[in-house]
């Protein structure tokens, strides 16, 4: 690698950890995910998964199946940023999980143009969907 690249990767590591650490104010049993929204090189937004502003902090019912109200990490950081002056056109998200599809079309149409996740989620039609928009995807193993 040459040494911005290198120093892009370990930048890339450090806003991925941070986007695990802020999955640990997730309420969630089930899985806990967390999101960072960097812009030149300023966190303008982050989320993690739970209920919206206001519900009860529980996400999985009495069979421990998620509730459909329950917001995703990614979604939780669009819409702060949204909701805020700034704005996610050029962004790239840090996501612990790699996005669902529906999450995949809240990042197409918010304008961001790259996503660093470091864990597959099961179904990867989200990542299918972001590539064929021509948004970066990358992926990246803490562990190593």
């Known amino acids: 690698m040459c040494e911005k690249t ?13 986007a695990a650490i ?8 089930r899985r806990q995910v967390g999101a960072v929204l960097v812009k030149d090189k300023m966190i303008i937004s982050d989320g993690y998964n739970g209920t919206p502003a206001g519900f ?13 109200y329950v917001l995703h990490a990614e979604a939780n950081a669009i819409t702060k940023v949204a909701a805020s002056s700034n704005s996610s056109k050029g962004a790239t998200i840090y996501v612990t999980s790699s996005p669902c599809i529906e999450c995949a079309k809240l990042i197409i149409q918010s304008g961001i143009k790259r996503v660093v996740y470091s864990e597959n989620y099961r179904i990867a039609d989200g990542c ?17």
């Open 22 to 29: 802020w999955a640990e104010n997730s309420y969630c049993k």
């Open 6 to 18: 290198e120093k892009q990767h370990e930048l890339d590591k450090r806003y991925l950890r941070m």
């Open 128 to 144: 299918e969907l972001l590539k064929r928009a021509g948004i970066i995807v990358d992926y990246i193993d803490l562990n190593e």
């Open 56 to 68: 009860e902090n529980v996400c999985e019912d009495e069979n421990n199946v998620t509730k459909p």
